[in-house]
């Protein structure tokens, strides 16, 4: 119902279009976690709105295009970011670094740099905290 759309996007502080495109990026990595199908370089069909997020860390448009953090894997993480609480967010976000940073260590065919990209991430991702 409209009234429950417009309730549950009051509490979390954002316009209710912006919660629909959350809500539903989310059930497309949701499903695709389920299926253990590839996630790093997923590309979304409804790009996020640009957030604080994408001011601090420059990722801005580029030629009239969005470029990295709006249809990307980054995009997930500034959902997240948005909706969860700050102490949620901040142990999920430890434990993602935790997880590139032993990627980092382990892969040696392909440069971490190129897989950050191909995830939407900025190389200073860690400066999210």
Request: aromatic content about 10%; some cysteine; proline content about 1%.
């Amino acid at each position: 119902k409209q009234k429950d759309q417009n309730a549950v996007a009051k509490n979390f502080r954002i316009k209710e279009k912006k919660l629909k495109i959350y809500i539903n990026n989310l059930a497309i990595i949701r499903n695709i976690c389920a299926h253990d199908e590839k996630l790093f370089d997923i590309r979304l069909r409804k790009a996020i709105s640009i957030t604080d997020i994408h001011k601090f860390f420059d990722l801005d448009m580029k030629n009239n295009k969005k470029c990295n953090g709006f249809k990307d894997l980054f995009s997930v993480i500034i959902i997240l970011k948005e909706l969860l609480e700050e102490k949620e967010f901040e142990r999920f976000y430890r434990e993602l670094v935790y997880e590139l940073e032993g990627l980092r260590a382990n892969i040696k065919s392909i440069k971490f740099e190129k897989i950050l990209h191909k995830m939407g991430f900025p190389t200073n991702y860690e400066d999210l905290l």
